[in-house]
């Protein structure tokens, strides 16, 4: 079956520090690859996708490459913010099972 | 623009207890869905809804019932609450065939069975 498997956090940064959060996935047929981001509190917000391989999914300064030889789609980013503590989580969609399926997501703490 | 609402926010119930978590979204989207949310686990699947008067499970429906007799709405129920359905449950839903888009998801109810 489908899984998605990503790094275990918390991940703690200092502000302006670069982020890197592991992602890769199994998957029968071809998914489409998703990061979303929970702030303390609220639900779930899409934060970038991509749909076919070598596809860069981009939003709020945060990046990911969808990569077909290594079955990963990690998220980065150049500089995070305090703001930016959350926690993360990699998704894929097929269609076969009509539901995405999720890693259990990264917890990431930005200090000043 | 009101998405996807999810009522109440939070709830606590006796063990043994029934209720029913809503959910609710304006934006005609045929494909609704269930999740739960535990600590290390992700989020899991209960139920889905493929339109009005269609549900089938997901990976964990065991405890819970789900019905569609509107395109808006797609109450969860649990009939007899138990310590295990302690969790934090989100409401998504997308518009047919497009899933690959990603799913637009409800603020959450979290519950507390004591």
């Known amino acids: 079956g489908d899984s998605v498997t990503q790094m275990e956090g918390p991940v703690t940064l200092s502000e302006e520090a670069f982020l890197t959060i592991n992602c890769t996935y199994t998957?029968?047929?071809?998914?489409?690859l998703f990061w979303y981001v929970q702030y303390p509190g609220e639900g779930l917000q899409l934060l970038l996708k991509?749909?076919?391989?070598?596809d860069k999914g981009s939003n709020k300064g945060f990046e990911a490459t969808y990569r077909k030889e290594t079955t990963s789609f990690h998220l980065e980013k150049g500089s995070v913010q305090v703001s930016d503590s959350a926690v993360y989580f990699c998704?894929?969609?097929?269609?076969?099972?009509?539901?995405?399926?999720f890693g259990t997501g990264t917890r990431l703490q930005v200090t000043l | 623009n009101a998405g996807v609402t999810q009522t109440p926010k939070f709830q606590v119930l006796k063990t043994g207890q029934s209720m029913t978590l809503q959910c609710a979204q304006d934006?005609?989207?045929?494909?609704m869905s269930w999740y739960r949310q535990d600590p290390g686990m992700g989020l899991r699947l209960i139920h889905y809804?493929?339109?009005?008067?269609?549900?089938d499970q997901g990976e964990v429906p065991n405890g819970y019932n789900v019905s569609r007799s509107t395109t808006e709405d797609f109450p969860l129920r649990l009939l007899s609450a138990a310590p295990s359905q302690t969790s934090v449950y989100f409401c998504?839903?997308?518009?047919?065939?497009?899933?690959?888009?990603?799913?637009?998801f409800g603020s959450g109810t979290r519950l507390t069975v004591v």
């Open positions: 998504a839903s997308s518009e047919p065939g497009q899933g690959r888009r990603g799913y637009t």
């Open positions: 998957a029968t047929g071809y998914p489409s």
């Open positions: 991509a749909t076919k391989a070598d």
């Open positions: 998704a894929l969609f097929t269609g076969t099972a009509s539901k995405l399926t």
């Open positions: 934006m005609n989207h045929e494909y």
């Open positions: 809804s493929v339109g009005a008067g269609i549900t």
